[in-house]
């Protein structure tokens, strides 16, 4: 048996490849590379709850591959991060980095976002084609996340682009050195900010290494982090959500007459078509079961929150885009203590966006035929390469 996950098909459409395996089972046994190795794919939704809160599966990558040869060079600040830890680590990585993506903090970001968004929008002149995902999806949440780390503007587009490249799935030396790029880069601003202090997010990680909080690479390693995914996952959802609407014009027609909805359908939104396919690694410390699959001791464990997220035990008709549906159950931030530290920030950006968009171009349609559009060749993140649209 082959890797389904590895299909171009999948990455055009998993959620036919998602359906299938789990109508077979909702945690599949499958072939992953090769020499015989193997992981278990959990597609289910209430198998997918139940393994991202299950301490037995874990985040420590540096402990599983421990010993194994590997001609990868990744750069430690990104094959070691916080999404790579347990408990206690994690725990005290999370606290120093979260209370700057409560809701407070991004209430006060609001007003910052929408600027950017207009001024994304005032270039663009109506009738016009233009690249939504090029346009909007990719450069809003990088400024926004650039402005909270304190990036200069004229780096930004640099360190996006290298942001892309640690997803450049088939290429492993074009992702090792972005890697580096990136996580060199992010010491120097991290050394910048130490000698020139401006209060900003990066400085308040300074400060708890300071304390005694953080070590020096942590603070680099947790900048790394927040930069990508920061942003990687709103690009996707703004872009995914996009699509899924013009898809279904009478559903765009409705927030388009109706903007104050926008708030509340996200949820939906984000449960149709997911940013995060398959989640990032785990595996079993000990042997488990989950739902009524049993896994063996030391195997990787890859949980699927796009296929959760269509699980018709969970969301009845799952393939159909319903804003009266209540979502809020979604598992497209992840559950448990490794959910989404920036899901706050990323609802706030898509919320704004899709509000001014809808308002200001009723007539949005796609430029090219949908089977045409090109998605990213990566089973983790599910998003659009671009997406053409007539304003």
């Not at 590895?6 to 499958?30: C, E, G, I, N």
């Not at 600027?115 to 084609?129: N, S, Y």
């Not at 390693?221 to 942003?231: D, E, I, Q, R, Y």
Request: glycine share 6%; aromatic share 6%; net charge negative.
């Amino acid at each position: 048996m082959t890797d389904p996950l590895q299909d171009p098909q999948f990455f055009k459409d998993p959620y036919a490849t998602f359906a299938r395996l789990r109508s077979a089972a909702p945690v599949h046994k499958m072939p992953t590379g090769s020499k015989g190795r193997y992981s278990y794919v959990v597609t289910g939704y209430a198998e997918a709850r139940q393994a991202f809160v299950d301490p037995r599966l874990s985040k420590d990558t540096a402990r599983f591959f421990a010993g194994q040869p590997s001609a990868r060079k990744l750069h430690p600040a990104v094959s070691q991060n916080m999404l790579a830890t347990d408990p206690p680590q994690h725990t005290r990585l999370r606290s120093a980095a979260g209370p700057a993506f409560t809701p407070g903090p991004v209430a006060r970001m609001r007003p910052y976002i929408a600027q950017v968004v207009d001024a994304i929008l005032d270039a663009w002149p109506p009738g016009e084609q233009v690249d939504l995902v090029a346009g909007l999806a990719v450069p809003l949440p990088v400024t926004v996340i650039c402005q909270l780390l304190g990036v200069p503007e004229a780096d930004r587009t640099m360190v996006a682009q290298w942001s892309n490249e640690l997803f450049a799935a088939g290429q492993p030396d074009r992702i090792d050195a972005a890697s580096h790029a990136i996580a060199g880069y992010m010491a120097d601003l991290v050394g910048a900010k130490r000698s020139e202090p401006d209060g900003g997010l990066l400085h308040d990680l300074l400060v708890r290494s300071d304390a005694g909080e953080l070590t020096a690479d942590e603070v680099v390693s947790l900048a790394v982090l927040l930069l990508v995914a920061g942003h990687e996952t709103t690009t996707n959802f703004i872009g995914n959500a996009i699509l899924a609407l013009i898809q279904h014009p009478d559903t765009l027609t409705r927030l388009r007459d109706n903007p104050q909805l926008i708030p509340t359908v996200l949820d939906e939104l984000l449960r149709f078509d997911a940013p995060i396919g398959i989640a990032t690694f785990r595996y079993s410390t000990e042997a488990l079961t989950i739902g009524a699959t049993e896994i063996p001791a030391g195997v990787p464990v890859l949980i699927a929150p796009g296929a959760a997220n269509r699980d018709p035990s969970q969301f009845p008709m799952p393939d159909q885009l319903d804003l009266t549906r209540n979502s809020k159950s979604h598992l497209a931030f992840g559950h448990g203590i490794h959910r989404c530290l920036g899901a706050p920030l990323a609802r706030a950006e898509g919320e704004i966006a899709l509000t001014a968009l809808l308002t200001r171009f009723p007539g949005l349609e796609l430029a090219v035929p949908s089977e045409n559009l090109e998605w990213r060749q990566t089973r983790l993140m599910r998003g659009l390469e671009s997406l053409p649209v007539l304003l």
